[in-house]
Nanobody, 122 residues
């Protein structure tokens, strides 16, 4: 199990930018694949982006491709989600997750943070 703490959420106007951070407690952070997911009210949790343990492999959901970028800094035990050109439909609670292998669905990940709210106003 990895303890994860997200930060960086907030209220932003459409077209704006935010960078989310997720700090991990594990000394073995560099061996974990990491993912970002989001959940809007009344909707299921959905995949946003994932990154391999060494950062060489990334996948982004089609809905965010070209606007969001996942990255990691293993020296800081942190994974990031840079979000630009935000849209009102990006409004959701954003969660980071960790697992030993790369995945793209919530059930692929065993460790989760508490989430951070992102609200995009029109």
């Amino acid at each position: 199990q990895v303890q994860l703490v997200e930060s960086g959420g907030g209220l932003v106007q459409a077209g704006g930018s935010l960078r989310l951070s997720c700090a991990a407690s594990a000394r073995t952070f560099s061996t974990y694949a990491m993912g970002w997911f989001r959940q809007a009210p009344g909707k299921e949790r959905e995949f946003v982006a994932t990154i391999s343990w060494n950062g060489r492999t990334t996948y982004h959901a089609d809905s965010v491709k070209g606007r969001f970028t996942i990255s990691r800094d293993n020296a800081k035990n942190t994974v990031y989600l840079q979000m630009v050109s935000l849209k009102p439909e990006d409004t959701a609670v954003y969660y980071c997750a960790a697992e030993r292998v790369l995945g793209t669905t919530p059930k692929d990940f065993g460790s989760w943070g508490q989430g951070t709210q992102v609200t995009v106003s029109s």
